[in-house]
């Protein structure tokens, strides 16, 4: 086990509050446009993906999460569920270990740059 899992779970928690922040902001502005107008479910984990989805969508939402807050929530607590089981920073697809850097990009990421990139077909 050659990563901090604890130091990762706090970046986790910290990173849930502020997700669950910003939806229910997003909820308060738009409401209903969040459920209604959810497409495609890919795995986009990053934030750059993000917006460049919102901005498909050509809303307003200057939060770069957008409508991924709730995919990614779901990430957190999935992460968050690996660091219990012990499995936390080992890539769900090849069983690799996900680079550390890649980690502190993303700390829910489950997969490794490669596998990512495989599962957007790029
Ligand atoms: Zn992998």
């Keep these: 086990m050659g990563i901090d899992t604890e130091r990762f779970r706090d970046a986790l928690v910290d990173e ?5 922040h910003a939806l229910a902001t997003l909820r308060d502005e738009h409401p209903g446009s969040l459920d209604e107008e959810v497409e495609e479910t890919a795995p986009t984990n990053d ?3 993000a917006e460049t989805a919102t901005a498909t969508l050509g809303r307003e939402i200057d939060y770069t999460l957008g409508e991924n807050s ?16 012990g499995t936390y920073g080992t890539c769900v697809g090849c069983g690799d270990e996900i680079s550390p850097a890649r ?7 489950s997969l490794c740059i490669d596998c990512k990139r495989r ?3 790029g």
């Excluded at 980690?103 to 990421?109: N, Q």
């Design 16 to 20: 849930r509050r502020r997700v669950e």
């Design 47 to 49: 934030n750059h993906l």
């Design 70 to 85: 709730e995919q990614v929530l779901a990430e957190i607590d999935r992460a968050l569920q690996r660091i219990d089981d």
């Design 103 to 109: 980690l502190e990009v993303s700390p829910w990421a």
């Design 119 to 121: 599962a957007e077909g």
